[in-house]
């Protein structure tokens, strides 16, 4: 077999902290940037001159995990099917480092394989692809809710957000050093 294009990337950003709170889900917290460096201990995004660290980041002084969730990609196709479903829904609100421009449905095992995203100075593999699970904030946020519904009034909502629809996760085991990525690079999977 041989490498497929998955898309370009359309946008990049960071989390300066959490976006699912108790009280509900702030987008605010996301930030656009110019571009990013992915590397062992993840994702930092540049923004006004300056480097800052996403959340997920193992160096963040929030620090939210164990550095498995490293990098978070998303999709254009998987916005439009959101929109259609929940109204409007601004591309990167789901909380994904990289979006890309894709058509449909990518699943999980479209993923199969390493990730790669092929960038001014190399290639940049991620592998490892997870589904990122929604969450009852991000889901009450999509239907306008301003509580955080109770999960059972909202799972046939909670199911159509699982399985990749709010994007996948993916590990940098196998970048060694800090690669920038901008917007319009290609992203591979190699399997």
Not at 30 to 50: M, S
Not at 51 to 72: F, I, N, T
Not at 125 to 133: E, F, H, S, W
Not at 174 to 190: F, M, N, Q
Request: hydrophobic share 40%; with cysteine; proline share 6%.
């Amino acid at each position: 077999m041989s490498r497929r294009h998955l898309g370009k990337i359309t946008r990049l950003q960071v989390h300066l902290a959490a976006l699912a709170l108790e009280t509900g889900y702030d987008p605010s917290r996301l930030v656009v940037v110019e571009e990013l460096a992915i590397g062992p201990l993840g994702v930092a995004g540049f923004r006004d001159g300056e480097w800052v660290l996403d959340v997920h980041h193992r160096a963040h002084p929030e620090a939210r995990g164990d550095g498995r969730r490293a990098v978070s990609i998303g999709f254009a196709g998987h916005y439009r099917l959101m929109a259609e479903r929940f109204g409007d829904v601004p591309p990167g609100v789901g909380a994904e480092n990289l979006v890309l421009d894709t058509e449909g449905r990518v699943s999980q095992a479209d993923l199969a394989g390493t990730v790669v995203i092929a960038c001014e100075h190399g290639e940049v593999p991620l592998t490892g692809a997870r589904v990122a699970r929604p969450c009852r904030q991000f889901t009450s946020f999509l239907l306008g809710r301003p509580d955080v519904a109770p999960r059972d009034e909202i799972a046939a909502e909670l199911e159509f957000l699982d399985d990749g629809m709010r994007g996948f996760i993916l590990a940098t085991d196998l970048v060694e050093r800090p690669a920038r990525v901008h917007v319009g690079d290609d992203v591979w999977v190699d399997p």
